[in-house]
């Protein structure tokens, strides 16, 4: 990846946390909720403790997209303000996950990810 793509997908990222930030302040939660909460997502490292192929799953599948679009549809559509969250949260950890370069995980390794080798051994 050329560093110019590297920047452009940053800045796309950048725009989602935002996005995420501005969805937050549409729910009904006091704002220290959402930096509390920031971090949850990464819960999903648990799996790392059985095998990497089943940890890179679940760790993927709380950070795709698609699961976050779903999740925060999902909350829209049955009134339910905690999935709602959960999903704006879902979309502001993935988005600060792309910023600093952490990706979706390949099942060989916890550091390779679909954008870059995270150079620091967890």
């Known amino acids: 990846m050329t560093k110019a793509m590297g920047t452009l997908l940053k800045l796309e990222e950048v725009g989602m946390f935002l996005l995420s930030i501005i969805l937050f302040n ?18 999903s490292m648990i799996g790392y ?10 760790y993927n599948f709380f950070h795709h997209k698609l699961a976050v679009i779903i999740t925060f549809i999902m909350g829209i559509w049955l009134n339910e303000s905690v999935i709602t ?13 792309r910023m600093f ?9 916890f550091t390779h990810t679909h954008l870059s080798r995270i150079d620091t051994e967890f």
């Open 49 to 58: 403790v059985m095998n990497l192929r089943i940890g890179a799953w679940i």
């Open 26 to 43: 549409q729910l009904d939660y006091p704002w220290w909720v959402f930096p509390a909460c920031l971090l949850l997502p990464d819960i």
């Open 101 to 109: 370069g952490i990706g979706l995980k390949y099942k060989d390794r």
């Open 85 to 97: 969250l959960a999903g704006v949260i879902l979309l502001g950890h993935s988005a600060m996950d």
